[in-house]
């Protein structure tokens, strides 16, 4: 053995020093570089030595002759420890995984012997700067003559070195050590180049070997660091799974190390993103130079920091042996695969792969330049806005924008690995589980909607400011309809691809090709298919099962849709077409039967409203019957129940499509589905996610139970009744009402502050309608007065030197009746407020109160959905631009409804637009412009 060990250990490193002397120290490198084209330039790097100058030196003969030595004494001991017997690749993989380190080690000996012997005086610097100015290249020509050598000496000698024993104490690999070093010493060096900065880590010496990957300030790091212990666990369990380390440490440190190597180009290639090839991939996706830029920037980055691939990998490997010789040898037995259930490591997988991904685009928005965040927003297309939810804030030092932002986000990356872990743990495995994207859909919508309406909540909550944009439910919106089916598209190729493994390693597939008498192979994989088969369909619902839940839902999202409407008829919620959107936050919206139409008769609306409860109740039912088909509802009850509130809110969004395509085809002013879909942004995704709530717990507490006889017929009763009430309501008479005028005056005993309000005062007519309609009238002035009072509470008056005080707080309102009858009362205010710091302000409100309904009339209720679109706002500013003073009408692009320097009254015959002092400038006077119906078609949902 020892003979051939020193034959071996000759023979390397007679080659190696013979082709690195042959390629370094002929013409070759002069030839190649007089040459001057990339592949001339490639193969000077590879071929010839890294060390500047190419004269027969000591610094270079010593190099190459302690290159020569290590890389022979490493292959020796990698090919024992390794024992993958005579194979090509295991000497070419050696040669190269060894020739990395001992090409640097050999540009260290050059630089030191140049320095120290040849370059006394020379202006060339200390060892560190030509040991720096020569590392560029040196792991690559470090590869190229070890994979080489490893070749040659495979023809000459292809005898291989004894290989080791086992260990003595038992060894087993742990996988989760070379993933955590990898991470905990990227978190390391970081902390370390940080504190030194570019130019103190480079002047180290030291430091150079230690240098690995740099998690830095962009989201892109981050996300490359893990990428890249994720590759390294990933290469590590593969090899192992070919070469089995337990027992011999020498193997799994050899393996640990090539798993290593594959770190840098992984964590090279994410970084390589953010450096130029995205500009070039939005010009043109199909253009091939984004691709060569890419490739360029992944190996200039490799190449940036070129010890990253040769000198931390061995040494970590090192480290990472060592933890595991360390750390106490437990007898694991590995669990078969479960036959039925997805165990808790293919959900986990699962669930990361929705977080790595929307991580993803995180870091890759992160790195364009953010869109101006402005009401103007809304015009963006959809493919855009789909992803502004997940673009961080610009400027990164608006705290409260990147709060609201991470709020969000942060929320949604929670709740779709949550969710995602629970909808694949209630699967049962299947061989191609393609029909788990129903499930995995309806769990990702589930998160961005609970992501929104939460996590906008809570940033309210802590910044006590409105989302940075006025458009951010428009945002969520368009996230949920284009971003979840994509990732939810990304989860189902891990779920497919890990479910194919386990099924395979079930059936075992593997034997097929084992054994020569297909015949028998195939009748036996039949019969434990046959058997598997079986064992699934016992944790699945049975056809009568599933269509039992699928008439549950059905049937529940029809009494919600009841019991909505009967309350929408006393003034309480809104239909889904008149919903009001607000910017931020929750806000309500429900599926709706209203069997009383509203103030407006029996119009088209109101069919619209029936035909969208109905439409919910039956997607809702179809999609439970097919989400719920392959689900295991006998364990598993907590994943069905999410699975059901899930597919509620795709059917929600669904609904209002079909709505928009409806609206669209049957109301005239010619708007098209665009408009709709844009106006109706939001609401379908939270009337699933609120209907949904009762669906799930009432499909999920007894999935086998059945209503039957007397409560059935009970029920049934019930719902009609409660449909019917408000036909009460409206049976009402209360009588006239006259509005009178009151007023509400403060004065302090120095003139501080000042109240000075006149607001309707309701006589006549049900006291407590009298008490409805005056409190819905005086309400804007109520809240300015108190808002008043609270300035002045906060910021009380200045003293003046002459011992009096500024008077700098007052309110001061006035009203007109616009409209007074049976069925709307109108009110219009002016107010003029003062307060500390702030020019005098005049403000504006309007009220519509609609006394059949007892509720205060909103903008949704006045208008169409196609009047909140861009279309919508366009024409609306068209129809108005002629009433408009000549000076004005041009400056009117768009008009925005819901702008609160707007103020809308709903007058007998017209519709009153007040355009007050502020909303063109602030010396324009306040004007009414008065619009009949006729003038307004298609933008009108109620004109008397």
Same mark, same amino acid.
């Given at each position: ?21 042959? *390629? ?7 030839? #190649?570089?007089?040459?001057?084209? &990339? ?12 060390? /500047? ?16 030595? !290590? ?15 005579? +194979? ?13 380190? %001992? ?9 030191? =012997? ?52 086992? %260990? ?53 790091? !981050? ?67 984004? =691709? ?37 040898? /437990? ?130 909550? #802590? ?6 944009? +006025?458009?951010?439910? +428009? ?33 075992? &597939? ?27 369909? %016992? ?47 929750? *806000? ?9 139409? $509203? ?16 439409? @919910? ?72 996610? #609120? ?7 009432? =499909?999920?507490? /007894? ?31 209360? $009588? ?58 906060? @910021? ?98 768009? =008009?925005?409804?819901?702008? $609160? ?44």
């Amino acid at each position: 053995m020892a003979m051939m060990a020193r034959r071996f250990l000759l023979v390397t490193a007679g080659s190696a020093l013979f082709f690195s002397g042959l *390629f370094g120290l002929s013409a070759l490198g002069e030839l #190649l570089s007089a040459m001057g084209n &990339l592949p001339a330039r490639v193969l000077r790097r590879a071929l010839v030595f890294p060390g /500047r100058g190419e004269a027969l030196t000591p610094g270079t003969v010593a190099a190459l002759v302690v290159f020569a030595v !290590v890389l022979a004494v490493g292959m020796y001991a990698v090919l024992r420890w390794a024992d993958v017997g005579w +194979s090509w690749r295991g000497y070419v993989g050696s040669g190269a995984l060894v020739g990395a380190p %001992a090409g640097v080690l050999a540009v260290l000996v050059w630089a030191l =012997v140049r320095a120290g012997v040849e370059g006394a005086g020379e202006p060339e610097g200390s060892p560190a700067s030509l040991f720096y100015g020569s590392l560029t290249y040196a792991p690559a020509w470090g590869v190229t003559m070890g994979a080489l050598t490893g070749l040659v000496v495979w023809v000459w000698d292809p005898e291989l070195p004894a290989g080791s024993e086992r %260990a003595a104490r038992p060894f087993q690999a742990r996988g989760w050590v070379l993933p955590s070093l990898v991470v905990g010493w990227a978190l390391i060096w970081s902390v370390i180049a940080t504190r030194l900065g570019p130019s103190g880590a480079r002047d180290q010496p030291l430091l150079i070997p230690l240098r690995w990957l740099v998690i830095d300030d962009r989201h892109l790091g !981050v996300l490359a660091v893990v990428v890249a212990a994720g590759v390294a666990g990933g290469v590590e369990a593969l090899l192992r799974r070919r070469l089995p380390v337990e027992g011999r440490p020498g193997r799994a440190f050899v393996v640990a190390w090539i798993a290593l190597c594959a770190a840098p180009p992984a964590y090279a290639a994410v970084t390589a993103i953010g450096d130029g090839m995205l500009d070039l991939y939005a010009a043109g996706p199909l253009n091939i130079g984004w =691709v060569a830029e890419y490739a360029e920037d992944t190996g200039a980055a490799l190449v940036s920091e070129p010890t990253r691939i040769a000198v931390p990998p061995l040494l970590l490997a090192l480290v990472v042996t060592a933890i595991r010789l360390r750390l106490p040898a /437990r007898e694991r037995v590995r669990a078969e695969p479960d036959p039925v259930r997805p165990d808790r490591r293919w959900a986990l997988l699962v669930a990361g792969a929705a977080v790595l991904y929307t991580y993803f685009r995180i870091a890759v928005a992160s790195l364009s330049p953010a869109p101006v965040r402005q009401a103007e927003i809304v015009d963006a297309p959809l493919l855009s806005r789909a992803l502004f939810l997940l673009t961080p804030p610009s400027p990164p030092g608006d705290e409260a924008a990147l709060l609201w932002f991470w709020s969000v986000a942060g929320t949604f990356l929670v709740l779709s690995a949550l969710l995602g872990y629970a909808a694949v743990r209630g699967q049962t495995n299947r061989i191609l589980p393609v029909g788990a994207y129903l499930t995995l859909l309806g769990g990702l919508a589930l998160a961005a909607q609970l992501a929104w309406n939460g996590g906008g909540t809570i940033a309210r909550a #802590l910044t006590d400011q409105r989302p940075p944009t +006025s458009a951010t439910v +428009s945002e969520a919106a368009a996230f949920t309809a284009v971003y979840v089916p994509f990732c939810a598209l990304v989860m189902l190729l891990v779920h497919v691809a890990v479910g194919f493994r386990v099924v395979r390693s079930v059936l075992d &597939l593997g034997s097929l090709g084992e054994d020569e008498d297909f015949d028998r192979v195939w009748d036996k994989l039949t019969a434990d298919y046959g058997v598997w088969k079986r064992k699934t369909a %016992a944790f699945t619902p049975s056809r009568d099962e599933l269509r039992l839940m699928s008439v549950k839902a059905a049937g529940i999202a029809v009494v919600v849709a009841v019991v909505a409407g009967a309350f929408q008829g006393f003034g309480v919620g809104r239909p889904v077409g008149q919903v009001t959107v607000p910017a931020d936050g929750f *806000f309500l919206a429900l599926p709706s039967l209203p069997l009383v139409p $509203g103030p407006q008769g029996a119009d088209l609306h109101w069919v619209l409203e029936i035909i969208t409860g109905m439409l @919910y109740a039956l997607s809702l039912g179809g999609l439970v019957w097919l989400g719920l088909r392959r689900l295991n509802v006998r364990e598993r009850r907590l994943s069905a129940g999410l699975a059901v509130w899930g597919l509620s809110v795709v059917a929600g969004g669904l609904v209002m499509l079909v709505r928009a395509l409806l609206e669209a085809a049957l109301l005239d002013g010619g708007f098209g589905p665009g408009d709709l879909v844009e106006a109706y942004s939001g609401v379908g995704w939270q009337m699933g996610l #609120l209907a949904g709530i009762p669906v799930a717990v009432g =499909v999920m507490m /007894r999935p086998g139970w059945a209503p039957r006889g007397p409560v059935l017929r009970y029920g049934a009763a019930l719902t009609l009744a409660v449909a019917a009430a408000p036909l009460a309501r409206l049976a009402q008479d209360d $009588g006239q009402v006259a509005i009178a005028t009151a007023t509400w005056r403060v004065e302090h005993r120095d003139p501080q502050l000042t109240v000075d309000v006149r607001h309707p005062l309701v006589q006549g007519g049900d006291a407590g309608e009298r008490g409805r309609i005056g409190a819905a009238l005086s309400a804007p002035v109520r809240e300015l007065v108190e808002t008043t009072l609270e300035d002045y509470r906060r @910021y009380p008056p200045r003293p003046t030197p002459e011992g009096g005080t500024h008077t700098t707080n007052s309110v001061t309102s006035r009203f007109t009746v616009v409209r007074d009858d049976s069925t709307v009362i109108s009110i219009r205010y002016v107010s003029l407020v003062r307060t500390v710091g702030l020019r005098p302000r005049e403000i504006g409100h309007a009220v519509d109160f609609d006394r059949a309904f007892g509720r205060t009339l909103t903008t949704r209720d006045v208008f169409t959905a196609a009047a909140f679109s861009r279309t919508g706002r366009e024409r609306l500013a068209a129809a108005l631009r002629p009433h408009l003073p000549p000076n004005l009408a041009a400056s009117l692009g768009s =008009v925005d409804v819901d702008d $609160g320097l707007l103020q809308i009254n709903l007058g007998r015959g017209a519709v009153e637009f007040t355009f007050g002092r502020p909303y063109f400038c602030n010396a324009c006077e306040t004007f009414t412009v008065r619009m009949p119906p006729e003038r307004l078609p298609g933008l009108l949902r109620r004109s008397r």
